[in-house]
């Protein structure tokens, strides 16, 4: 498919792949006209942004992804029930303990602490920081309201075959 391989490439490593794969096929049954304006990373996590409008199972199914991807290493799909969004390396990632200690982003977040302390105007404003704890904030919220709808749903389910 097309689609597939044209948004291959837009994330850091592979490990979202399948995420990816898994999202747009149900994406495609939900909505079989859908069309992408485009799909990437952004604060440690999957952004899926559609033209046109989308209808109530389409954003679901982009909110679950999103979340999915905060607790899917982007290097090596490795999964955790906890967020892996590391926060403390010059851009958010979703990073499992081994792919975070690897060299490379060892040497990644020594060079961007030498260029922050000669470069004052890399450094984050107030506002920058104030959106990114909203959009954290936000995502914690949507997981609650998505795991207390799961729960309710299997509840009802569970009643109804008694």
């Not at 859908?34 to 996590?45: A, C, L, N």
């Not at 851009?91 to 302390?117: G, I």
């Not at 000669?118 to 450094?123: A, D, E, I, P």
């Not at 799961?150 to 509840?155: C, Q, V």
Request: aromatic share 10%; net charge positive.
């Amino acid at each position: 498919m097309i689609i597939k391989e044209t948004f291959k490439n837009e994330f850091e490593g592979t490990g979202w792949e399948k995420l990816w794969q898994d999202t747009y096929e149900k994406l495609l049954k939900a909505m079989p006209s859908i069309s992408f304006s485009y799909v990437k990373e952004k604060y440690g996590v999957m952004i899926i942004r559609t033209t046109g409008e989308a209808n109530d199972s389409v954003k679901t199914i982009i909110n679950e992804a999103k979340y999915k991807s905060a607790h899917t290493c982007i290097e090596c799909g490795e999964e955790s029930a906890e967020s892996i969004v590391r926060e403390d390396i010059p851009w958010f990632l979703a990073l499992c303990d081994v792919c975070y200690k690897k060299e490379e982003f060892t040497k990644c977040l020594q060079t961007e602490k030498q260029n922050t302390s000669l470069n004052t105007s890399r450094m984050l404003t107030r506002q920058e920081i104030d959106s990114l704890r909203q959009d954290k904030k936000e995502a914690g919220e949507y997981a609650k309201k998505y795991f207390k709808e799961l729960l309710e749903k299997r509840k009802q389910n569970t009643n109804k075959k008694k």
